[in-house]
């Protein structure tokens, strides 16, 4: 079956990843923009949105994967505002590159006053750099949100709906995608109208049991499965576990196309930028 992965960090991955990707199914991923591993200076960070919007979409061509990528930086790297303006006036030139598809992935990490600082003035962005997209209507780049981990994400999920709301009807819930969703924040953000994102790690985050778990507990509408595979413990194919997981419960062919191609599908064809369309069952 074609699969759609909507957050993986390919730069930390081999073209290995990306074969073993292709031959599994996948047609398209999406690069959110990331930590390093390390804080990067300003100039770092205009590399970095280099090798994701002329790179890695070459590398993944040569596997048949289409490769569309989000700029942002990283709560991580929030914390020294100075360099935050300074990498965030260099964005609107990314964000007007034909494979980008929005702002992400912002969001926070440790819940600090400065990370919430700095998610505002990403969002802002969004809606100030926004020109309009053909006949697609919206009001803002789409934006993709990373949760924080562990014993912060439930209070940083909900400060981040919050903030969303502060901007009132400038934000349109279903061009938000908020990510790393688990068993204690799915609900919040079903309920604020976003779109929600599982994360499958081997060792945290979610295992793909736990995940069908949510799917059948919350339905699969506006949820998405990624491996977000980055150059920690993680694995590309984590995605396709989840997959087998649904597909040895019973899950339809109808449902698992939903969530792993037709769900992705339309949430990123709210860009213009993003050339797949839905499928039916008798396309796949
Ligand atoms: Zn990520």
Redesign the pocket.
């Known amino acids: 079956m074609f699969i759609i992965d909507p957050?993986?960090?390919m730069v930390s991955r081999t073209t290995a990843d990306y074969e073993a990707m292709a031959i599994s199914g996948v047609v398209a991923i999406s690069e959110?923009a990331?930590?390093a591993g390390y804080d990067r200076t300003p100039a770092g960070f205009i590399d970095y949105y280099r090798q994701l919007t002329e790179t890695e979409p070459k590398r993944a061509a040569q596997f048949g994967i289409q490769h569309y990528c989000w700029i942002c930086l990283n709560p991580k790297e929030a914390e020294d505002l100075g360099k935050a303006k300074e990498v965030l006036a260099e964005m609107p030139k990314f964000l007007s590159c034909p494979t980008v598809l929005g702002v992400g992935?912002i969001g926070l990490n440790k819940n600090t006053p400065n990370e919430a600082k700095v998610f505002q003035q990403h969002v802002q962005l969004a809606i100030d750099t926004f020109k309009g997209e053909r006949g697609r209507g919206g009001k803002h780049h789409l934006i993709l949100i990373?949760t924080p981990h562990l014993e912060d994400k439930l209070k940083g999920t909900k400060m981040i709906i919050e903030m969303l709301k502060d901007f009132g009807g400038a934000i349109d819930p279903g061009r938000v995608l908020i990510?790393?969703v688990e068993e204690h924040t799915i609900k919040l953000v079903k309920e604020a109208g976003c779109w929600a994102g599982m994360?499958i790690y081997p060792i945290s985050k979610c295992t793909p049991q736990r995940a069908v778990d949510l799917m059948e507990l919350y339905g699969s509408d506006q949820l998405c499965v990624?491996a977000?595979a980055?150059w920690g413990v993680s694995d590309p194919l984590q995605t396709h576990r989840t997959l087998l997981e649904a597909k040895r419960r019973g899950h339809s062919l109808q449902t698992l196309l939903q969530i792993f191609y037709n769900n992705p599908a339309t949430f990123f064809s709210q860009s213009p930028r993003f050339k797949l369309r839905k499928l039916s069952i008798q396309e796949t």
Request: glycine share 0%; net charge negative; aromatic share 14%.
């Open positions: 957050h993986c960090h959110p990331f930590w992935e990373h990510d790393h994360t990624n977000a980055d």
